[in-house]
């Protein structure tokens, strides 16, 4: 590789700092020592999802030696490890009752190649540190997640993350050049694309049929393993980007960078009627958008209830924000008056952007909505139950519809957004946690979805993967031809099922909406750790270091 080892960020203060550690019971402490105290596990009960559950000890290993002793203790001792970056994981990967194994205190160097357009880091460098040090050589990280600012490298790969950006460049699993990881067994490997290893899993002709018809036909679709894409390219890179830790930790990732677009333009198109605007997004794809977001009625409803001053007309059914990059100036703001044209008849509301600056302030409607979502009051959360389905394009305004019918049907309130150029829509419920029954009502939204997702042809995780919340899903979507590959895949790199127990492969007990975080079942932690695990959540502080939360206040 051309270029120094740059260390990004040294940050071991959770090792520094004087803390109590216990044996857990039987066991022989590994390097790094275990963590059992109450404090520190209830700091690792939470990450962004819904869940509560608080692991049986906690490990914040420094580098790749100590990750792999652990690893090896674990596989001797039968000890099950949950994989975890920072946090911020929607479906629950990143909580269990095993040994959470933070690696987001460690593994934080960068090391570029640029005349080769890559750049090699560590699992706990951020998308927002990799784009600072892409920037100045005019290069970037394009898949863009809006988590970017602590969506950390490792977590990326896990969940093949995406963002507004995919409609253009796809998941980051088209930009993963090699990873670098620690087996069940211990052992430390690089996979690097294109090098084959198709012998690890084989696949027969007739299995590969089979893959080819049960795979859902959407733009995107990260519900488990990504047999398809492997059935093409025999490339155990592609086994291994979006299985979510359940097969190995990923330590370092070979990144793919492409230059920065020249200029970008773009525009917020509004809509009175549903339809037209599901209409609309074909056309828009077919203009060569990099971006094309969707907030629906439901959100901007939030937003306005918030007392955002959204600049928006009321009555909007829903607004589309489009991002076009092009090379010349001239050619940016060409293909926005040809989309402002071409959608003329069924649009009610107009704001065109000709440069960077003019297009950040047109899309601050979209960053208004999580401080809005967060500042609900704490008798009506917002809980990511069913917020990742995907379909068909031309199914998307079927899903927005049956969505907002099933949610006023339960008596649940919800919010809709996402990347409408994928057919990709977010859905955040806000129950009324003062209502009887409400718990109930969630889990028939948790079905309805479902089912409606089956129906027309969809996928339940578009980018955030299955996790724990949508494990036990897989088999009504794939069937059980599928799913029996999905096990004999896990088998073959964990035979023990040490890695991630309960994600993607769901337990024997799995049941989607236990161990809530909120309500008055909720698994009881110290109330100075849950107040902070809520700031975190309110702030979308996900890169503060868990261990930091444990600190008695002064």
Not at 218 to 237: C, I, M, Q, V
Not at 289 to 312: C, F, K, M, N, Q
Request: hydrophobic letters at 45%; a neutral charge; charged letters at 20%.
């Amino acid at each position: 590789m051309n270029g120094a080892w740059w260390v990004v960020r040294g940050n071991f203060r959770a090792r520094d700092k004087p803390r109590t550690t216990h044996h857990a019971p039987g066991l022989t402490q590994p390097q790094p020592a275990l963590l059992t105290d109450i404090r520190s596990r209830a700091a690792y009960s939470e990450g962004a999802g819904i869940y509560r559950i608080v692991p049986a000890a906690v490990a914040v290993p420094r580098g790749v030696e100590e990750l792999q002793e652990l690893v090896r203790w674990a596989a001797a001792t039968g000890t099950r490890l949950v994989p975890r970056g920072a946090g911020s994981g929607m479906a629950g990967g990143s909580v269990g009752q095993g040994v959470v194994v933070d690696l987001s205190q460690g593994f934080h160097w960068v090391a570029p190649d640029w005349p080769r357009r890559r750049l090699w880091a560590g699992a706990s460098v951020t998308w927002t540190e990799l784009t600072a040090a892409a920037r100045p050589f005019g290069l970037r990280l394009p898949p863009d997640p809006s988590s970017g600012a602590f969506a950390t490298s490792g977590g990326m790969v896990a969940t093949n993350a995406a963002g507004p950006r995919s409609v253009r460049c796809g998941s980051v699993r088209s930009w993963v050049e090699a990873i670098e990881i620690v087996d069940a067994e211990g052992q430390a490997r690089r996979i690097t694309r294109g090098a084959g290893s198709g012998e690890r899993f084989p696949l027969s002709p007739d299995q590969q049929r089979l893959i080819a018809a049960r795979f859902p036909k959407t733009r995107k679709n990260a519900a488990g393993y990504a047999l398809d894409r492997y059935a093409e390219s025999r490339d155990e890179l592609d086994l291994l980007v979006g299985s979510e830790g359940t097969l190995a930790f990923v330590t370092a990732v070979e990144w793919r960078v492409e230059p920065v677009p020249a200029d970008v333009a773009g525009a917020a198109l509004g809509f009175g009627d549903l339809r037209h605007l599901a209409e609309a997004v074909p056309y828009l794809v077919a203009l060569n958008p990099s971006a094309v977001e969707l907030l629906d009625r439901t959100l901007l409803d939030v937003v306005r209830d918030a007392g955002a001053p959204s600049g928006l007309p009321e009555g909007l059914e829903g607004l589309l924000l489009i991002e076009f990059e092009r090379e010349t100036q001239a050619a940016a703001r060409g293909v926005v008056a040809d989309a402002v044209r071409g959608l003329r008849a069924g649009t009610v509301h107009v704001a065109t952007a000709v440069d960077r600056v003019s297009l950040e302030e047109l899309w601050a409607v979209r960053r208004l909505a999580s401080p809005a979502l967060a500042r609900l009051p704490e008798s009506r959360r917002s809980l990511q139950v069913v917020e990742d389905g995907c379909v068909p394009l031309e199914r998307l305004a079927d899903y927005v519809a049956g969505i907002r019918a099933a949610a006023a049907g339960r008596g649940i309130p919800v919010a809709i957004f996402g990347h409408a150029g994928d057919g990709h829509v977010h859905v955040n419920a806000l129950p009324d946690l003062t209502v009887s029954g409400w718990r109930g009502a969630l889990a028939a939204l948790y079905a309805d979805a479902a089912e409606l997702l089956l129906r027309l042809g969809g996928t339940p995780s578009g980018e955030h993967g299955v996790g724990r919340l949508r494990a036990g899903l897989l088999e009504r979507f794939y069937g059980s031809e599928v799913t029996a590959l999905f096990r004999e895949l896990k088998q073959a790199y964990d035979p023990h099922s040490t890695l991630n127990p309960g994600v993607i492969i769901p337990s024997a007990d799995w049941a989607p909406l236990a161990d809530l975080k909120v309500g008055p079942e909720a698994t009881p932690i110290p109330d100075d750790i849950a107040a902070r695990l809520r700031e975190v959540e309110r702030t979308a502080g996900w890169a503060t270091p868990k261990l930091d939360l444990t600190t008695p206040s002064s």
